[in-house]
């Protein structure tokens, strides 16, 4: 299974991009999707992740700002991320979480914004 993360790229404060993550390569059958980021210096940090009830959670920092779907029909993931700032640029992550809690990772993609 790989994970193929995209979307990523530059946008002005205040823009929109959205983040696409597509399952290739096997059978899956994935219990949750999550995004996460890591900006320079800083830990890794969870940004939202999707149940496969439809349950999402977010990270304080981007509630109201951005939205997290699944397509578990189409093995993929998305995240809407609406009213960007600067303290959002990062590369971001996709996971994917599989019946047997095994996850998956994407490769990364740069999200940034300029104020």
């Known amino acids: 299974v790989q994970l193929q993360a995209s979307g990523g790229g530059a946008v002005q404060a205040g823009g929109s991009l959205t983040l696409s993550c597509a399952a290739t390569?096997?059978?899956?059958?994935?219990?949750?999707w999550g995004w996460y980021r890591q900006a320079p210096g800083k830990q890794r940090e969870l940004v939202a992740d999707i149940a496969e009830d439809g349950m999402a959670t977010y990270a304080d920092s981007v509630k109201g700002r951005f939205t997290i779907n699944s397509n578990n029909a189409k093995n993929t993931c998305y995240l809407q991320m609406n009213s960007l700032k600067s303290e959002d640029t990062a590369v971001y992550y996709c996971v994917a979480m599989d019946e047997d809690y095994h996850n998956y990772w994407g490769q990364g993609t740069l999200v940034t914004v300029s104020s």
């Open positions: 390569d096997g059978t899956f059958s994935f219990i949750s």
